[in-house]
């Protein structure tokens, strides 16, 4: 089956490794990213959302207007945009740019940044008006007629959308979200569910858990796990490359201009509230390196905030590492570095060819994935 390749394009060059210089918005590192992410063979880029942060459909239509194939996963948050335009929005942008739109969904699960874009319901209201409005996008796109929409969040009167997405296929929903009703939701309305770089065994679980969701809609989805591969030339080296980022990362925490991870309640002492930075830092509390190569250290260090654990070795233990998850069922691999251009560059280079190939050779030879 093919394998895809997301990446990530932040507004400025920063990491947890790299603090920011410059300008809140770098059009000159955009430019460069959105180039080597093109060049480097990914399928996709990555296009994040915060409350604090620039608005993501905006820069990945700069993006757009940048590249000629490469295609966008803007993260969008349901609840600040009504879903009858955000469902035009994204349609739109879908049509000036051929076809390339994607949509990652992220209800989010940190109560004080959602207080900052004035929104104070509980979780489990937050996946219920997920799931209204995921409805409403799915009919605006779908519908040929105007149509009504009546549930506890939202109501609407004879909706109807005179542009719809470019392709038969529609534009792919991306979901995160590692709770039950998260989970639940991701049954009803994902093309794609997404989670962090778990271990073998936790991300075995975790698709176990989706596919029953998914089955009592009758549908079938696709799994993206996201990693932060630590790429040398030596196991040794690479290893050393990790050490060496851990200590830059703990030398910058707090410094201005270091990239903050979403989950600020992370590091207040009351640890993370969403599931999955506390699956994440569940395999932390196991060892700092599980299954053959997957580190945590990083994840241990920032609260699991975010998509914080690596794949470390050479290109080929790496590349061997992503197999197994393929194995289980992954076919997307969201990946991104602590150096955001080098390391987008080295994965062109020395990753992405090789695992297409790995994979390329087990489907001629007939390897079967787990079964969906």
């Known amino acids: 089956m093919p394998v895809e390749f997301i990446g990530y394009i932040g507004n400025h060059n920063a990491s947890e490794t790299i603090a920011r210089k410059g300008p809140v918005i770098d059009l000159d590192h955009i430019a460069a990213a959105a180039s080597i992410h093109e060049n480097a063979g990914f399928d996709r880029v990555l296009f994040a959302f915060h409350s604090t942060s620039p608005e993501s459909i905006l820069i990945a239509q700069h993006v757009a207007n940048h590249t000629r194939k490469l295609k966008l996963m803007i993260a969008h948050r349901p609840g600040f945009t009504a879903p009858t335009l955000a469902a035009r929005q994204l349609a739109t942008l879908d049509n000036l740019t051929g076809g390339r739109v994607a949509v990652h969904i992220i209800t989010g699960g940190n109560d004080k940044e959602l207080a900052q874009d004035g929104d104070h319901l509980s979780k489990d209201e937050r996946y219920a008006r997920t799931s209204e409005y995921l409805d409403i996008v799915r009919k605006e796109w779908t519908s040929e007629t105007p149509f009504d929409y009546a549930g506890k969040h939202y109501k609407v009167e004879q909706a109807f959308a005179a542009v719809k997405p470019k392709g038969p296929e529609g534009i792919p929903i991306y ?190 030879s007939g390897h079967a994935q787990a079964a969906e």
């Open 175 to 364: 979901f995160g979200g590692s709770s039950d009703p998260a989970i639940a939701v991701a049954g009803k309305h994902a093309d794609v569910y997404a989670l962090w770089g778990e271990t073998l065994e936790q991300v075995a679980e975790t698709l176990r858990n989706v596919r029953a969701a998914a089955a009592v809609h009758g549908r079938k989805l696709r799994f993206s796990l996201s990693l932060r591969p630590i790429l040398a030339e030596t196991e040794d080296a690479a290893w050393e490359k990790a050490s060496s980022l851990l200590s830059r990362a703990k030398a910058l925490r707090g410094a201005p201009g270091t990239e903050r991870l979403i989950d600020t309640n992370a590091h207040s002492g009351n640890g993370p509230q969403n599931e999955g930075s506390k699956r994440l830092l569940a395999a932390a509390a196991r060892g700092a390196r599980l299954d053959k190569r997957l580190w945590t250290e990083m994840a241990a260090l920032t609260g699991a905030s975010g998509n914080s654990t690596s794949l470390v070795g050479t290109p080929e233990q790496v590349a061997e590492a992503l197999i197994d998850y393929y194995d289980l069922g992954i076919t997307t691999f969201l990946i991104r570095g602590f150096d955001p251009i080098e390391d987008a560059f080295h994965y062109g280079r020395d990753l992405i060819p090789l695992v297409r190939e790995l994979i390329a050779e087990r489907d001629r």
